[in-house]
C-alpha cells in the first residue's frame, strides 16, 4: 500500500470524528439559546450519507431530552415540596390564630365579667355618694342661711360705716378747702413781696452796674489821656534819637516832612520801619527810614503800658528843623 493510499485512509477515518465534534458544538450552541431540540427528519442528499454522523447527533438528542425530562421532575417536585409546605404553614398558621382567637375570647369575658362587677361596686358607692351628697347639701343650705345673716350684719355695719366715713370726709374736704384758701392768700402774700424784693434787687443791681461802668470809664479815660501824654514824650524821644542819626540828603528843603511807621519788639529793636506818608522826595523817605534802623534801638518808655497800647507799633511825623 502507498503512502498516498494510506494518507487518503487515515483522512476518512478522522473526518467523521471532526465532523461530529463540529455537530456537538452547534448543538450545545442551539441548546444555550433555547431552540425546539424536537427531532426532525432532514432529507440527505442521496449517496452522500455518513453513517457515524447521524448516530452522534440521535445521541446527543436523546441525552438532552432526558436531561431536560429529569429538570422538569425535579423542579416539579421541588414545586410539590413546596406547595406541601406552604399548605402546612397556612394549617399552623389557621391554628394559631384560632387559638389567639379562644385566647382573645377568654380575655374578653373574663373583662366583662369584671367590668360588671365593678359597675356594681360603682353603682353602689354612687348611691352611697349621692346620699352623702344630700346629706351634704343640708349641712351646706343651713351654712348658706348662717352665712346670709352674717353677710347681712356685715352690710348694715358697712353701711353705718361708710356714713360715718363721707361724713369725716366732708369735714376733711372743708378742713382742705379753708387750708387751700388760706395757702392760696399766703402765697399771693409771699409772691409779691417776693416781686417786690427782686425789683429792689434789679434796681439795686443796675444802679451797681452803672456806677462801676461810671467809674471805669473815667478810669479809662484817665489811663488813656495819661498814656496820651506819655506816648507824646515817648514820640519826642525817638524823634529826637532819629533826627540824630539822620543823614541830610542834597535834595532835602527846609519844611519837608514825612509820616514813619515803626515796628518795635520789647527791647526797643526796630524790625521795620516805613514811610507811610511820603515828602515827595524818595531819597528824602529812604534817608529817614535808613535813621530809624541806625537808631535802633530806640528808647523804651518810662511805663511799659504805653507799649501795650501801641501794640508795638509807633507812628511819628518826622521834619527836620
Not at 390564630?97 to 360603682?122: H, I, M, P, S, Y
Not at 346629706?135 to 342661711?145: N, S, T
Not at 379753708?178 to 395757702?183: F, G, H, L, P, V
Not at 542834597?250 to 511807621?261: E, F, I, L, N, Y
Request: aromatic share 2%; proline share 5%.
Amino acid at each position: 500500500m502507498s503512502s498516498a493510499t494510506r494518507n487518503k485512509l487515515s483522512g476518512d477515518k478522522v473526518r467523521p470524528i471532526v465532523y461530529a465534534v463540529l455537530v456537538h458544538a452547534v448543538l450545545i450552541g442551539l441548546l444555550v439559546v433555547g431552540l425546539d431540540w424536537t427531532p426532525k427528519v432532514t432529507p440527505q442528499p442521496a449517496g452522500n450519507v455518513n453513517p457515524v454522523q447521524a448516530s452522534v447527533v440521535d445521541e446527543t438528542k436523546i441525552q438532552a431530552e432526558m436531561r431536560r425530562k429529569k429538570q422538569e421532575e425535579e423542579r416539579k417536585k421541588q414545586q410539590e415540596v413546596e406547595r406541601q409546605k406552604k399548605l402546612e404553614d397556612q394549617a399552623k398558621q389557621a391554628q394559631k390564630n384560632r387559638e389567639d382567637e379562644e385566647k382573645r375570647l377568654t380575655v374578653l369575658e373574663e373583662q366583662r365579667k369584671k367590668a360588671t362587677e365593678e359597675a356594681a361596686k360603682q353603682q353602689q358607692e354612687e348611691s352611697a355618694r349621692l346620699e352623702k351628697l344630700k346629706q351634704d347639701q343640708v349641712v351646706m343650705e343651713q351654712k348658706r342661711q348662717q352665712e346670709e345673716q352674717r353677710l347681712a350684719d356685715i352690710k348694715q355695719k358697712q353701711i353705718a360705716e361708710e356714713k360715718r366715713i363721707e361724713e369725716q370726709k366732708q369735714k376733711e374736704e372743708q378742713r382742705l378747702a379753708e387750708a387751700e384758701t388760706k395757702r392760696k392768700i399766703d402765697e399771693e402774700k409771699k409772691k409779691k413781696a417776693d416781686e417786690e424784693a427782686k425789683q429792689r434787687r434789679a434796681e439795686e443791681d443796675l444802679l451797681k452796674k452803672q456806677l462801676e461802668a461810671e467809674e471805669q470809664a473815667a478810669t479809662a479815660a484817665a489811663r488813656e489821656q495819661e498814656v496820651k501824654d506819655l506816648l507824646a514824650q515817648y514820640t519826642a524821644l525817638i524823634k529826637q534819637k532819629v533826627t540824630r542819626n539822620w543823614l541830610r540828603p542834597p535834595s532835602a528843603r527846609p519844611g519837608m516832612s514825612c509820616t514813619v511807621s515803626v515796628r518795635l519788639i520789647p527791647g526797643g529793636q526796630v524790625t521795620e520801619a516805613k514811610v507811610i506818608v511820603s515828602s515827595g522826595d524818595a531819597v528824602f523817605d529812604r534817608s529817614v527810614e535808613s535813621a530809624v534802623y541806625r537808631a535802633s534801638p530806640l528808647p523804651l518808655p518810662p511805663d511799659p503800658g504805653v507799649l501795650d497800647y501801641l501794640n508795638g507799633e509807633i507812628n511819628f511825623v518826622f521834619k527836620p528843623s
